[in-house]
């Protein structure tokens, strides 16, 4: 069984400063952990993914996330915010096997100017 | 060039036509996906195949039916349309294994008057 828990619906930020999206998940197994992002009237893009490697995962775009098995979490940062970052996020866990991915509810990141 | 597409992009209909839906992806993945998103953004996982045979369905209306024609392809097929259906679509395809990323089309936004 596996679950995901996205623990802010919505973040606000402004244009420069850190970007933090939270993620707990629950696993009975290793599981693997992906972040998307889905930009207004677009498909879901891969941000970046975990799947048992380093611990500290980089994506595109100068996102990057921390994998901490002892808390359960895969958060989402970004030293400093764009304009073009504004979207919606979505935290996914799959196991490493075939079988079912299980999407997170979302967060939405603003960004003020 | 693109990678997973869909059409239509809009389709606005009726209460109780039937319409379809296609997607073809050019990736070489054996494993292809139906989600429905809601005006929440809360994605749902509807259909999975992986080499043309259903391997995830969900709690759907037996009303849409997913058709895999080949690796390439995967339709969704819905009966009898109903309000409620109103949502966006996306086709998304990836690699076998939970480990693998999928890569998502721009979606269908259905709207039923």
């Known amino acids: 069984a596996q679950s995901v828990t996205q623990l802010d619906s919505h973040v606000s930020v402004s244009e420069g400063t850190p970007v933090l999206l939270r993620c707990n998940y629950s696993?009975?197994?290793?599981?693997?952990l992906f972040w998307y992002v889905q930009h207004p009237n677009k498909g879901l893009q891969l941000l970046l993914k975990?799947?048992?490697?380093?611990?500290l995962v980089k994506g595109i775009n100068g996102f990057e996330a921390e994998f901490k098995k002892s808390e359960t979490s895969f958060h989402l940062t970004k030293p400093s915010a764009h304009m073009s970052d504004a979207a919606e996020y979505f935290c996914?866990?799959?196991?490493?096997?075939?079988?079912?991915?299980?999407f997170g509810d979302g967060t939405t990141l603003t960004v003020k100017p | 060039d693109t990678a997973v597409s869909q059409t239509p992009k809009y389709l606005v209909t009726q209460m109780g036509n039937d319409k379809s839906i296609k997607c073809e992806q050019n990736?070489?993945?054996?494993?292809m996906y139906w989600y429905k998103q809601d005006s929440k953004k809360f994605l749902k996982i509807m259909f999975s195949?992986?080499?043309?045979?259903?391997?995830i369905n969900e709690t759907v209306p037996n009303r849409f039916s997913p058709k895999s024609p080949d690796k390439a392809h995967l339709n969704l097929h819905i009966n009898s349309l109903e309000l409620g259906d109103s949502a966006v679509y996306f086709c998304?395809?990836?690699?076998?294994?939970?480990?693998?990323?999928?890569?998502f089309g721009d979606g269908t936004r259905l709207s039923i008057l």
């Open positions: 996914v866990v799959s196991p490493s096997h075939a079988g079912k991915s299980t």
């Open positions: 975990y799947t048992s490697a380093a611990t």
């Open positions: 990736l070489g993945h054996d494993t």
């Open positions: 195949y992986n080499n043309k045979e259903l391997i």
């Open positions: 696993s009975s197994y290793s599981p693997s």
């Open positions: 998304a395809s990836s690699l076998a294994g939970g480990e693998q990323p999928q890569h």
